[in-house]
């Protein structure tokens, strides 16, 4: 998921999408520990889509509290 498509969501989308890529990424963390997962890549790209809708749900914020 790329940042256009995290700005097209509204807030409760991100809110739902944050919880379900913080629940699939602690899945894949914990899969990696048991046995290697196929692609660990994988680990690396949704963490950096949780913090990209972290960093967005932060500004959506900070722009409504002005």
Known sequence: MDNKQIV????KELVQ???ERRTLLNKMKLNHKVSDIENPMLIRSNRRTVAR???E??????NSAK
Do not use: P
Request: charge should be positive; glycine fraction near 0%.
């Open 8 to 11: 097209e969501l509204t807030d």
């Open 53 to 55: 809708i972290k960093t």
């Open 17 to 19: 999408e944050l919880k």
């Open 57 to 62: 749900l932060t500004v959506r914020r900070k």
